[in-house]
């Protein structure tokens, strides 16, 4: 069996198991009609509430469902320009030769173990649909594919006055944009950090340190990324308990070339060009969460040079 079809496997012993324990659950509240309601631990809560350590509604979402067993799905739409954003090609204003080039509404659903309030397990896969609006234009791969399926682990915890986020995610590359350079895998690993203003609750400050290990079929890729790293401070200001403005600084990427004859990290990196986002967020629930967002380079403002975007995170359970 391969790895896609492995992942999946997984992914649906695990959704089938959380089911099973939520139905065991409610049949043993229903059957033991003596106990008291809160004599009845349920099957698919774990011990204790992550949501006392974590307030941002931002990361409360990111973090996943609260439940034992929970689904979870991200989507996204990655448009054009703020002149065309519903048009076919997306600006490459950062300038990543791994990343589509057309408009797309892509996004993931994942299957979350939480083992405990803390720590979690997810298995799941990414789907994508190019040039939504416009239909298949292309003659070179698939309008819409299912792929990437990807393991991950993550501890959401309260640092001092800092709430955290610690993740790690491996993908195993089955689209045809990965196939096509013939990347294999990714390792990526993020450390997200946040906490309010003394005095001012209602501004959030925070960074996200990401780091990315791109791994080949071959060695004969020269000028492709070899691994990324990128400083993202944000800041966000609260309109109110279910809106929030917020700002991301993307200027402190850096990407190493697999032509890079040195192999030592911190010599032969280039600085990526540095952007912008601001957006909404938009607090649905706790655990549903909006963001649309424009994307521009600050230092050469240019319409042709802009992004626009929304994402959503759904968690179900």
Same mark, same amino acid.
């Given at each position: 069996?391969?790895?896609?079809?492995?992942?999946?496997?997984?992914?649906? *012993?695990?959704?089938?198991?959380?089911?099973?324990?939520? *139905?065991?659950?409610?049949?043993?509240?229903? $059957?033991?009609?003596?106990?008291?309601?809160?004599?009845?631990?349920?099957? @698919?809560?774990?011990?204790?509430?992550?949501?006392?350590?974590?307030?941002?509604?931002?990361?409360?979402?990111?973090?996943?469902?609260?439940?034992?067993?929970?689904?979870?799905?991200?989507?996204?739409?990655?448009?054009?320009?703020?002149?065309?954003?519903?048009?076919?090609?997306?600006?490459?204003?950062?300038?990543?030769?791994?990343?589509?080039?057309? $408009?797309?509404?892509?996004?993931?659903?994942?299957?979350?173990?939480?083992?405990?309030?803390?720590?979690?397990?997810?298995?799941?896969?990414?789907?994508?649909?190019?040039?939504?609006?416009?239909?298949?234009?292309?003659?070179?791969?698939?309008?819409?594919?299912?792929?990437?399926?990807?393991?991950?682990?993550?501890?959401?915890?309260?640092?001092?006055?800092?709430? $955290?986020?610690?993740?790690? $995610?491996?993908?195993?590359?089955?689209?045809?944009?990965?196939?096509?350079?013939?990347? @294999?895998?990714?390792?990526?690993?993020?450390?997200?950090?946040?906490?309010?203003?003394?005095?001012?609750?209602?501004?959030?400050?925070?960074?996200?340190?990401?780091?990315?290990?791109?791994?080949?079929?071959?060695?004969?890729?020269?000028?492709?990324?070899?691994?990324?790293?990128?400083?993202?401070?944000?800041?966000?200001? *609260?309109?109110?308990?279910?809106?929030?403005?917020?700002?991301?600084?993307?200027?402190?990427?850096?990407?190493?070339?697999?032509?890079?004859?040195?192999?030592?990290?911190?010599?032969?990196?280039?600085?990526?060009?540095?952007?912008?986002?601001?957006?909404?967020?938009?607090?649905?629930?706790?655990?549903?969460?909006?963001?649309?967002?424009?994307?521009?380079?600050?230092?050469?403002?240019?319409?042709?040079?802009? @992004?626009?975007?929304?994402?959503?995170?759904?968690?179900?359970?």
């Amino acid at each position: 069996m391969n790895t896609p079809k492995r992942l999946f496997v997984i992914m649906t *012993a695990l959704m089938a198991a959380g089911l099973l324990n939520t *139905a065991h659950a409610a049949d043993e509240a229903s $059957t033991e009609s003596k106990l008291k309601v809160e004599d009845v631990k349920p099957k @698919n809560k774990v011990k204790g509430d992550i949501d006392e350590d974590i307030t941002n509604a931002r990361m409360r979402a990111s973090s996943g469902s609260k439940s034992k067993y929970s689904l979870s799905m991200g989507i996204a739409y990655d448009g054009g320009t703020i002149g065309k954003p519903f048009g076919e090609k997306r600006p490459d204003i950062v300038g990543n030769p791994e990343e589509e080039d057309s $408009t797309e509404i892509s996004g993931s659903f994942s299957a979350r173990y939480r083992m405990t309030k803390n720590d979690s397990f997810t298995v799941g896969a990414g789907f994508g649909i190019l040039t939504p609006f416009q239909g298949d234009v292309s003659r070179n791969e698939d309008q819409s594919n299912v792929s990437n399926p990807r393991v991950g682990y993550s501890r959401v915890y309260k640092l001092g006055r800092f709430q $955290t986020i610690s993740s790690g $995610t491996l993908y195993f590359g089955t689209s045809d944009s990965w196939d096509g350079i013939d990347l @294999n895998n990714v390792l990526a690993l993020d450390q997200n950090m946040l906490t309010t203003i003394p005095g001012a609750s209602h501004i959030t400050v925070g960074a996200s340190l990401v780091y990315q290990h791109y791994i080949y079929g071959n060695d004969n890729r020269d000028g492709l990324t070899a691994y990324k790293t990128a400083l993202y401070p944000y800041a966000e200001y *609260a309109l109110s308990d279910k809106y929030q403005l917020r700002t991301v600084f993307g200027y402190f990427n850096y990407r190493h070339k697999r032509s890079t004859g040195d192999k030592s990290p911190l010599v032969g990196m280039e600085k990526q060009q540095s952007y912008q986002s601001v957006g909404v967020n938009m607090v649905i629930t706790r655990d549903i969460f909006l963001y649309p967002n424009i994307q521009f380079v600050p230092d050469d403002i240019d319409s042709e040079k802009t @992004n626009v975007a929304l994402s959503a995170t759904i968690n179900m359970f």
